[in-house]
């Protein structure tokens, strides 16, 4: 059975601790390698071939529950929409309901705070009071069984599968206080004159703060969720399809492949697809991340999603449902925010011992306080315990990496950035070395011919014609700039006989029965031609920034063609961002010494490699991370084409130049939507914002707990002769979730340096 990728939706997770007990549970399941929990959205993401049943059953087992919404990479368009639309019912549902029972628990709770810090009277004395109380600890138990039953739920699943997690901590702490209170009111002789004093306050007002906590952070989670949501919004309902010389509009899911299309002005565009008549400036901004509309004629592909500006349409439908780009973007994106960073880690194994740590802290501090410390013994015993147990609750800490990395890929993609995986976010900010592919990366990657020159008795147009019929075979951008340059002089081309690529160096065949060689000057010596004539020139054209070809027709040298790739007009302005972010840039390029050597120049590049041939990228990039190796440098790589897949895959961090091709982009680790690199500059700069944004939310969580706990045990009692009140405690637990939350939702207004400025304005040259 093959593996796939599956998608559960998860309940009665509480804290970290849960996290690390489902993760268990599912890759105990036969069939399963990979299992990843989110706290912050509640799913788990399995990849194997376990069964959904299987799945399901593991988890309930662990004491949890899970539904089975579908397999990430078979979804179709609806069905995004539909679970966005179930999760964000679902959301509202338990947002109402933990507000409607966080009323209830403070409506009686702050009067009852209130009355004991005006009157001081929290004590049971006599009859009357005992009953008065009797009434209000009955009330309280009910808003404890209504308003904060599912938190003894939850410890009652703990126990029966011998794990605690943070319902364990409230329902421990709220119920031994409403518990203790209880014997005061019913046995009052039992205890001391000055340990008779109640706490259903604090039950009540615990209850009413966590579930008020939980009620904040779960609308502000729903905000991570906007880049997702907005992506779902680009998807359209309907699309104009032409049949049987008719115009219908029809859902878009009953579009087929080749069903030819038309968009009107100002609508979207529903499928990807092939222009076929027409022409317009399409607005490509919320994929791309590019404001300016790009022209679309006739040939050039469209995207679904993009919005069609000013003129009128018509296209062949190439990939529908989950196969069009937007579909990919949106599983990618949500795969991606359900990723797990390696820092995250950290937090997971803290947080799998921490709750057990936190009752046998308590259980300490309860004992330290009962035979050593002063009266009202058992008063200060209760306190010291409810406290400790209700400020430990870990939420803050499961929340701080997980919340982070759903705002900050959602961000991302609202720039035009996929980051396919959680560990790439991070390894992006630690990158100092960039290695960049030349064509299609630094330059434009439309090279055009710019000069011919001959030797006797060869002319320009039978060079120029020779060449390109040479070179009709071959799909490498120097061998487009020359048939493009014949066509462009309405040159016909010849058949061509033996055609072969010699790669890194030329092309080789017979054309009208001439034996053919076009390529560098080392393919030239290598088949024993005598260059020197042509040195001189080839040399001044490369000290400009050209490519100079050379070829031979049947075994003489017969000319230079020169070959120019302009520089892309924003790519010094985003390598010097890159130097600002403290980046050393490096060059790879097949081309000559001297034209990488005047590229790198105008470039501003540190270093380059000229004459590499592709296989040898990949081992450039591995040699760099060795020499680097050990000091704490990685090495990251940006490039568009097939040649650059392994190089790519080899680097720390793989950035694919969106307008390549499908096997860089699938090798890559992040993919840049639009050609520039500005990209790469923006995403680094968001990791790093990320990652400083989780080490604000870790040290906050791990500062909380530090002082948090120390504090509610009466470490301060001695110098203050004052005890942590557990209202307070469980404010201070559910602010805490609250920060963490709040915080990650910050990387929502991250704006990169220099955004937009410099980028190219539209026609804007480039020039080498």
């Known amino acids: ?109 702050i009067p009852l705070m209130i009355w004991g810090m005006v009157t001081k009277q929290m004590g049971v004395n006599n009859l009357q009071e005992q009953m008065a109380w009797g009434v209000v600890g009955v009330v309280t138990g009910l808003i404890l069984y209504f308003s904060g039953g599912h938190f003894f739920t939850g410890l009652w699943q703990s126990l029966k599968h011998r794990n605690a997690n943070m319902d364990t901590l409230v329902a421990l702490g709220t119920g031994a206080a409403w518990l203790f ?8 002789e039992w205890l001391p004159a000055n340990a008779r004093h109640v706490y259903f306050e604090a039950s009540a007002m615990i209850i009413g703060l966590i579930n008020l906590g939980h009620a904040l952070e779960l609308r502000a989670r729903g905000k991570t969720s906007e880049a997702v949501k907005r992506l779902l919004g680009l998807q359209t309902k309907t699309a104009r399809v032409i049949r ?49 509309p790009v022209e679309k004629r006739a040939g050039d592909a469209i995207t679904a999603g ?30 991606a925010q359900s990723s797990k960073m390696p820092i995250a880690r950290l937090a997971d194994k803290i947080s799998g011992i921490f709750v057990p740590s936190v009752i046998l802290i308590a259980m300490i501090a309860a004992a330290v306080w009962f035979f050593a410390g002063p009266e009202p ?98 799909e490498h951008p ?15 081309l010849k058949a061509i006989e033996g055609f072969q690529a010699i790669p890194g160096h030329g092309v080789s065949g017979k054309v009208d029965g001439q034996v053919l060689l076009l390529g560098n000057k080392k393919l030239m ?91 040898d990228k990949a081992a450039h990039v591995q040699q760099l991370q060795q020499r680097l190796s050990g000091k704490g440098h990685k090495v990251g790589m940006a490039g568009d084409g097939i040649n650059d897949a392994p190089a790519l895959a080899q680097s720390d961090v793989g950035f694919a130049i969106g307008t390549g091709t499908d096997v860089a982009i699938e090798s890559a680790d992040v993919t840049l939507m639009g050609a520039s690199l500005h990209g790469v500059a923006d995403a680094i700069e968001l990791s790093k914002a990320t990652l400083r944004n989780i080490k604000q939310n870790l040290f906050g969580a791990f500062i909380y707990n530090s002082l948090g706990i120390p504090i509610a045990a009466g470490i301060l009692f001695p110098f203050t002769g004052m005890l942590l009140n557990p209202v307070i405690a469980g404010g201070a637990m559910a602010l805490s979730s609250v920060t963490v939350v709040s915080n990650a939702n910050r990387l929502r207004w991250f704006k990169p340096s220099a955004h937009k400025q410099s980028h190219c304005q539209s026609g804007s040259p480039g020039t080498v």
């Open 244 to 292: 049987d010389g008719k115009e219908l509009d029809i859902p878009v899911q009953q579009v087929h492949k080749g069903d030819t299309l038309r968009v009107r002005p100002g609508e979207k565009i529903p499928v990807d697809g092939r222009i076929v008549g027409g022409n317009s400036f399409v607005d490509e901004s919320m994929l791309t991340g590019e404001p300016v």
């Open 377 to 474: 013994r058992v008063a200060h015993v209760l306190v010291v315990t409810t406290t400790v147990l209700i400020i430990a609750c870990p939420c803050a800490l499961g929340l701080a990496t997980p919340m982070s990395v759903m705002v900050g890929v959602g961000k991302a993609a609202e720039l035009g950035i996929l980051i396919r995986k959680g560990d790439a976010l991070q390894q992006a900010s630690k990158l100092t070395t960039l290695v960049l592919d030349k064509t299609g990366t630094i330059t434009e990657g439309r090279p055009t011919v710019t000069r011919i020159a001959t030797l006797e008795p060869y002319t320009e147009v039978e060079l120029l014609t020779l060449a390109a019929s040479l070179e009709q075979g071959s």
């Open 1 to 109: 059975m093959t593996a796939r990728e599956t998608e559960l939706r998860l309940s009665g997770l509480r804290c970290a601790g849960c996290v690390g007990k489902v993760e268990k549970a599912l890759l105990a399941v036969t069939g399963v390698t990979e299992a990843s929990v989110n706290l912050a959205d509640r799913t788990a993401r399995v990849v194997g071939t376990a069964s959904s049943d299987e799945l399901v059953s593991a988890v309930e087992n662990a004491g949890f529950k899970a539904r089975f919404p579908g397999t990430v990479q078979s979804l179709e368009d609806d069905s995004f929409e539909q679970q966005q639309a179930q999760q964000e019912a679902d959301d509202r549902r338990r947002y109402h309901y933990l507000l409607k029972h966080s009323a209830i628990a403070l409506g009686l709770g």
């Open 525 to 615: 010596i290598d088949h024993g031609f005598n260059v020197e004539s042509l040195v001189d020139k080839a040399e001044q054209l490369a000290e400009q920034g050209q490519t100079p070809i050379f070829m031979a027709i049947d075994h003489h040298l017969a000319g230079i063609i020169s070959v120019s790739d302009p520089i892309r007009c924003d790519s010094q302005a985003a390598i010097k961002r890159l130097h600002k972010l403290g980046i050393k840039v490096v060059m790879l390029t097949g081309d000559n010494r001297l034209t990488a050597q005047a590229i790198a120049r105008q470039a501003g590049i540190d270093e380059f490699h000229a004459e590499v041939l592709p296989e």
């Open 306 to 335: 993009t919005l069609n500006k000013n003129g009128s349409l018509l296209f062949t439908a190439e990939k529908i449902g989950s196969e069009t780009t937007l579909a990919q973007i949106i599983a990618l994106v949500k795969k």
């Open 181 to 188: 209170s209880m014997i005061v009111v019913l046995f009052p």
């Open 478 to 492: 120097l061998a487009e700039a020359i048939v493009a340059s014949a066509k462009s002089r309405q040159i016909a």
